[in-house]
């Protein structure tokens, strides 16, 4: 029955630190946006 615990207790500590890995890395900065090109007059 100890042993059930202990590895129970293992496999939650091993999937919730697996969850956090790379968490600590803050955000990825927004993509550049270019700005869309402005279209030249027509002279007709």
Do not use: D, N, W
Request: net charge positive.
């Amino acid at each position: 029955m100890s042993r059930v615990v202990v590895i129970v207790a293992t496999a939650l500590a091993v999937t919730s630190l697996a969850g956090c890995v790379g968490k600590g890395k803050g955000k990825a900065p927004p993509p550049v946006m270019e700005p869309a090109p402005v279209q030249a007059p027509v002279y007709k």
